[in-house]
């Protein structure tokens, strides 16, 4: 059974950082992809960013060169740094394992997520 813990969420004014962090249990974390997406309210979930398991990311539109995604694979953890932050960019951020491929099927797993707020 694969756990998945954010942290690293808050309130920061506009302009600010924030770090997020989410730490996997298991020993599936290296082998496969990594995404944090985020909630609104009112919104669908939505992806953020998410990193290969070689290391290749990607990022939507609305934080390209604002936000980085990286991961640490021997700390089976996965970060998002936010700079520059917005007060559109609140919302609950997810954290993401997988998709992880089991015959015809797949799968991925869910953090419980963290709260980021951004006051103008």
């Known amino acids: 059974q694969v756990q998945l813990v954010e942290s690293g969420g808050g309130l920061v004014q506009a302009g600010g950082s924030l770090r997020l962090s989410c730490a996997a249990s298991g020993s599936i974390f290296s082998g496969n992809a990594m995404g944090w997406y985020r909630q609104a309210p009112g919104k669908q979930r939505e992806l953020v960013a998410e990193i290969t398991s070689g290391g290749n990311p990607n990022y939507a539109d609305s934080v390209k060169g604002r936000f980085t995604i990286s991961r640490d694979n021997a700390k089976n953890t996965v970060y998002l740094q936010m700079n520059s932050l917005r007060p559109e960019d609140t919302a609950v951020y997810y954290c993401?394992?997988?998709?992880?491929?089991?015959?015809?099927?797949?799968?991925?797993?869910w953090g419980q997520g963290t709260q980021v707020t951004v006051s103008s």
């Open positions: 993401r394992l997988g998709p992880i491929v089991d015959g015809l099927s797949s799968y991925v797993y």
